[in-house]
Structures are given as C-alpha cells and as structure tokens.
C-alpha cells in the first residue's frame, strides 16, 4: 500500500515519505497506516482489506493548494477523504528553526484480495 500512496503523490510538489522525512525541505509529505481490518468476507475468506491512512502536510509557509492537490489525488486514485485538522507545531529545541504548520489528512480505502 506505501507504494498506492507514494505513485498517488509523485510529483506533488513536495517529498513525500513513509512515517518519517530527513530531508531538509520546508514544505513535505509524510504518511502512515492504521486500522487496517478485514472488511468483506465470505465462507471463512477475506475478500476486501479496509485501510485507515493518515497524511500529514508540513510547511512553513502557505499549503492551502499542496493540500488541494493532495486531496485530488488521494480521491482519483481511490481514497476516500474522512478527516481533517489545521495544526500547527512549535518550535522545541535547537534543531527546530521555524514554526511549523501541519495539516492532517485522514482516508480509507478498501482493497479487494
């Protein structure tokens, strides 16, 4: 499923990574699963997989059209948008030099076995 995600958001206009970003731009993507739970069954098999994803867009400037985008998207390739946050991250420590802004997306998505 990392990879449904990774080919969905290629050439967003941010990095995107799998639970974790090291790089060093101001504005990227990172994402991650939970709840993922057999939705569909039939005579004792699973038939379909319900995923529970979350993305998170960080920036330290504006990502009102990076979330626009993202969304877009996430709903082409199949996700279907459940949640979303405005959060912002204060800076902590030395290694932080900037505000950060977060905006949380959460989707589902079902996939056939």
């Known amino acids: 499923?990392?990879?449904v995600v990774i080919d969905a958001l290629k050439n967003v206009g941010a990095p995107v990574s799998f639970q974790e970003y090291t790089g060093s731009?101001?504005?990227y993507i990172t994402f991650f699963f939970y709840n993922e739970?057999?939705?569909f069954h039939a005579e004792n098999e699973e038939l379909a997989t319900g995923h529970s994803l979350q993305v998170d867009i960080w920036s330290t400037g504006n990502y009102?059209?990076?979330v626009k985008e993202v969304k877009t998207r996430m709903n082409a390739t199949g996700f279907t948008r459940t949640f979303a946050a405005d959060l912002?991250?204060?800076p902590s420590g030395s290694t932080q030099k900037a505000r950060i802004f977060h905006k949380a997306l959460r989707f589902?998505?079902?996939e056939f076995v």
């Open 88 to 90: 912002y991250e204060e």
């Open 108 to 110: 589902r998505y079902t």
């Open 37 to 39: 739970k057999g939705v």
């Open 1 to 3: 499923m990392n990879k």
């Open 25 to 27: 731009a101001t504005t």
């Open 64 to 66: 009102s059209s990076l």
